[in-house]
């Protein structure tokens, strides 16, 4: 079964940096939207960044000049590099496979697959 394991997440003090890695089935990333999304308990699941389907990538306003998105050349990892942790950013990070990201239908998705979550927390 199509999965994705998350890991790198951990406890920093603002201003620290993270970097995240997401592994999992090479046709999952050739096939579907590739994103990193957040939660915080009690909250929505939030979008954080993508890789467009032109190769671009898009951010969400809350981490734009202080996160960046990448995809191995091996091509089934996908990357979040983090700068300039907030306490904000404190939330449980989820990599997912998107059948619908950023405006398109991936139609050779099998189906939305999401990691079980890496934990990020910034202390002040």
């Known amino acids: 079964q199509a999965q994705l394991v998350e890991s790198g997440g951990g406890s920093v003090q603002a201003g620290g940096s993270l970097k995240l890695s997401c592994t999992g089935d090479r046709y999952l990333f050739s096939t579907c939207g590739m994103g990193w999304y957040r939660q915080v308990p009690g909250k929505e699941r939030e979008f954080v960044s993508m890789i467009k389907r032109d190769g671009t990538r898009a951010y969400a306003d809350s981490v734009k000049d202080r996160f960046t998105i990448s995809q191995s050349a091996s091509g089934n990892t996908l990357y979040l590099q983090m700068y300039n942790l907030k306490t904000d950013d404190t939330a449980m990070y989820y990599c997912?496979?998107?059948?619908?990201?950023?405006?398109?239908?991936?139609?050779?998705?099998?189906?939305?697959?999401w990691g079980q979550g890496t934990q990020v927390s910034v202390s002040s």
């Open positions: 997912a496979a998107k059948l619908r990201s950023g405006g398109y239908y991936y139609a050779n998705c099998p189906r939305d697959v």
